[in-house]
């Protein structure tokens, strides 16, 4: 039994293409990065809809066989990612502000599902 536990799950799609270093920058410590677009939300009661809310991620894919995994990853890309989450702080010295990344440890490419997705939009 571990006294600690740090473990992220997200589900989503990539809003960008990922950025992987070309082949000659892929050293020992290079790393990708995915921006992951996920949705959540809540149902309104008073006024009977659905408030949706929009949650980026940074995702640092570390190593070579990350930086390999994810080249050719496009923007709208169906994936699952475990990880954990690190925070860096940044800034002068008057000011530092937290950055929260997950650090990837897998990532699955998922089909995209059929629920809720629009083949063709009339407007």
């Not at 860096?88 to 650090?103: D, I, M």
């Amino acid at each position: 039994m571990n006294i600690f536990k740090n473990t992220v799950t997200l589900r989503g799609f990539l809003g960008k293409d990922a950025e992987v270093p070309t082949s000659e920058g892929i050293t020992e410590d290079a790393y990708a990065v995915l921006t992951l677009c996920v949705e959540s939300g809540a149902w309104w009661r008073p006024a009977n809809e659905w408030i949706s809310r929009t949650a980026w991620y940074r995702i640092i894919c570390p190593g070579p066989f990350f930086c390999g995994f994810t080249r050719g990853m496009k923007q709208g890309d169906y994936i699952e990612i475990d990880g954990h989450l690190a925070i860096h702080h940044y800034g002068s010295l008057n000011f530092t502000a937290p950055v929260y990344e997950v650090h990837a440890t897998r990532i699955q490419r998922l089909e995209i599902p059929l629920v809720g997705v629009i083949e063709k939009y009339d407007g």
